[in-house]
T-cell receptor
Framework: NAGVTQTPKFRILKIGQSMTLQCAQD?????MYWYRQDPGMGLKLIYY???????DKGEVPNGYNVSRSTTEDFPLRLELAAPSQTSVYFC??????????????FGPGTRLTVL | AQKITQTQPGMFVQEKEAVTLDCTYD???????LFWYKQPSSGEMIFLIY??????QNATEGRYSLNFQKARKSANLVISASQLGDSAMYFC??????????????FGAGTRLAVHP
């Protein structure tokens, strides 16, 4: 059971380039999330998905796109990279809400630098 | 809007002593959940402890306990018998219900804990 995996671990992009951050989970979780963490700050939600084919915007969605074609995978796409997108990106997953407890399991993160 | 406040940017503690990391929250919801995560220098997010708003007793997980004071809207993390490996960034987070009954986490800015030998 690998949990939540993310690739790549590190990436440097030039302004205007595009890339896809990969995220996969093998826990059969319905919920998946993408967060970004700027230096010295907490995490902010970019996009989330409550199941295959269903995605929605979080707090900071501008400049990003997502898709969820399977339960396992939730890739994050940056179309035109900007220096403001330099950050650490975390993918997370959790079970569906059946009550009040909803622990999120996090991937190891992707450190992205845009120059 | 819901909000999490961690007022201590950094804390120091001597090894084997206890330390309290502060967290206050703001919500108008009756049902909510509070989480603490640890982020070591390696960067991963590690779940530590959870407290539900209707839980009558304070949550405990090994050396971690959550001092939940609902009237004060505080959910402080207490680490007993600190170890060098406890040096990390600690985040308090609250579950927020979003559209359709689904939920997300709102994170505080974090507290960096340094444990000294």
């Amino acid at each position: 059971n690998a949990g939540v995996t993310q690739t790549p671990k590190f990436r440097i992009l030039k302004i205007g380039q595009s890339m896809t951050l990969q995220c996969a989970q093998d826990m059969n979780h319905n919920y998946m999330y993408w967060y970004r963490q700027d230096p010295g700050m907490g995490l902010k939600l970019i996009y989330y998905s409550v199941g295959a084919g269903i995605t929605d915007k979080g707090e900071v969605p501008n400049g990003y796109n997502v898709s969820r074609s399977t339960t396992e995978d939730f890739p994050l796409r940056l179309e035109l990279a900007a220096p403001s997108q330099t950050s650490v990106y975390f993918c997370a997953s959790s079970y569906s809400t059946g009550g009040t407890y909803n622990e999120q399991f996090f991937g190891p993160g992707t450190r992205l630098t845009v120059l | 809007a819901q909000k999490i406040t961690q007022t201590q940017p950094g804390m120091f503690v001597q090894e084997k002593e206890a330390v309290t990391l502060d967290c206050t929250y703001d919500t108008s919801d009756q049902s909510y959940g509070l989480f603490w995560y640890k982020q070591p220098s390696s960067g991963e997010m590690i779940f530590l402890i959870y407290q539900g708003s209707y839980d009558e007793q304070n949550a405990t997980e090994g050396r971690y306990s959550l001092n939940f004071q609902k009237a004060r809207k505080s959910a402080n993390l207490v680490i007993s018998a600190s170890q060098l490996g406890d040096s990390a960034m600690y985040f308090c987070a609250m579950r927020e219900v979003i559209s359709g009954g689904y939920n997300k986490l709102i994170f505080g800015a974090g507290t960096r804990l340094a444990v000294h030998p």
